[in-house]
């Protein structure tokens, strides 16, 4: 879906997903240890990942943000997807970039999606799945306050555990007013209030 939104938190800036991007993406989705714990859908190559892109900007059911480092960095990706009034799921996170890997990067990202998703589109409630053997993503996610509800068999072995957070929790947590919104090539709407 073409978006405008945009967040930033401390040296992490999430913004909408260019064309300029797209390479990125697929380079990290085509390395075997960045995407072991997302759906198997083969190589893809330079074609399939535009025709990818394209089929996304027409998809009125998922937003994809850009993560950068420092604003001069492009180290990763991720989506809020499938909204169902108030609520929506939240991952496809990839983080390519190896030198951010401890700089709550991930955290950050997730935070502030989170946030735009709430600000910008009136989400309270987030879901996701998690393989079971992602440990660095499930420390992540229990401390954003998702908690396990079910779960699923993933195609590529193993299980996935599907999990749910409330904004009211995420708010209570975090110093949520360091965020900062705004929309794409316009001036900072606000920070986000509890």
């Not at 405008?4 to 909408?16: S, T």
Request: hydrophobic share 40%.
């Amino acid at each position: 879906m073409i978006h405008n939104y945009c967040a930033e938190l401390k040296e992490v800036l999430i913004r909408p997903l260019h064309r300029y991007d797209i390479e990125y993406l697929r380079k990290w989705r085509n390395n075997g240890e960045l995407s072991r714990y997302l759906r198997n859908i083969g190589k893809v190559d330079k074609d399939a990942q535009i025709r990818w892109y394209e089929g996304y900007l027409k998809d009125s059911n998922t937003i994809f943000f850009a993560i950068d480092f420092d604003r001069k960095k492009t180290v990763g990706s991720l989506a809020i997807y499938n909204f169902n009034q108030q609520e929506c799921e939240i991952g496809k996170i990839v983080i390519g970039d190896n030198e951010i890997k401890d700089r709550k990067v991930a955290e950050r990202a997730f935070l502030m999606a989170m946030g735009v998703a709430n600000h910008f589109l009136g989400i309270d409630c987030f879901k996701l799945s998690v393989h079971e053997d992602n440990k660095v993503a499930r420390h992540i996610y229990t401390k954003l306050g998702f908690e396990k509800i079910g779960e699923h068999p993933f195609p590529n072995g193993g299980k996935e555990l599907e999990m749910v957070a409330d904004i009211e929790y995420v708010k209570g947590q975090f110093d949520v007013g360091e965020i900062v919104f705004f929309e794409d090539n316009s001036a900072i709407t606000q920070n986000w209030s509890m």
